[in-house]
């Protein structure tokens, strides 16, 4: 009986014993769990803070404790990317001041450009009135061949004061934005008118351009700009034609926009061609030994879009071509 109580005494202490110590190892294990969670949310509130950008956050020295080696792995790699992003940066200083060095060349090429450009446009103005001054029989009558001769000169005069005008004017819009002075303009007469200028160069291709109308309307344009995107349409239509052939030119308007059409015939643009012929210097002139700048098309495209216009074009494959010109009235 002794014994069995005495057992049964040993048993509950044991028992006890197991309890205390069971207790105080679960009262340890949670510290340890909740210091580890503590640590691995600060861990990751530096990761965060890095993925924001902060890359002088690191890995605190309380954490270090609990976790070295994650500490330690996660601060090697916040250093490496510090390192990468110092290196990014001296990267985009030196890309900058080569871009800078660039532009200052491109300046120099253009102004050069424009400076010899505007000194040839003197003696070729002053060319263009001689020559009309001969062709008025001024300087005495002129046989028949020195007038042919004469005409031929003032065709290629033509095309030279177009050309310089066009370099001109893209050199003035880069330097300064377009300035519009808007008038009602009655876009009729300003077809015609820019028909006959450009007639000693479309006569020189023996190009007949004709000329049809359904509108007289005015519409708000600066007369001037117009004009030059005019000319550089019916410049391009002469190029790009067969010789011998027609230009036509329409004109229409509805209730809010005219619609200048001018379609010649001949060599056409090729789709992937289109997205690329109002860049500035795209020109596939050489091809066709031409004069060309690449100019022209990049000029009126910013002439028209200053005016809240736009210019579609139509190209069928070796047949024809037709650029429209819309202009809100
Ligand atoms: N009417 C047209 N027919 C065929 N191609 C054209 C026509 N107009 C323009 N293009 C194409 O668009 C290019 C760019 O025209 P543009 O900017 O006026 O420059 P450029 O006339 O000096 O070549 C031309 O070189 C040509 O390839
Ligand atoms: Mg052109």
Redesign the pocket.
Known sequence: MNFLFLSLIIFICILLFSFVVLGVRYKKLKNTFRNHKNVLRNILKTVNSVRYGNLFERVNDDAMKVLPNFGQSINSMIDAISDREDMIKEYQADLNKKIEALKEVEQLKEDFVATLTHDLKVPIMAEKNLLAFLLDNKFGDLNEKQKEAVVLLKNSNQELVELVEIILETYKLNETEIVLSKEPVCVKDLIEETIIEMKPISDSDDININFDFSSEKDAGIDKFYIKRVLK?LI???I??SEPGSNIDISLSNDENYVYINIT?Y????KPE?IEH?FDKY????KKFRKV???????LSDKIIKAHSGKIDIE?QKDTK?T?TVVLPV
């Open positions: 550089n410049l391009n239509a190029s790009f010649n001949g060599k056409s643009i061609e012929i795209y020109t596939t002139a060309g700048t690449g100019l022209g098309l990049y190209s071509t650029f």
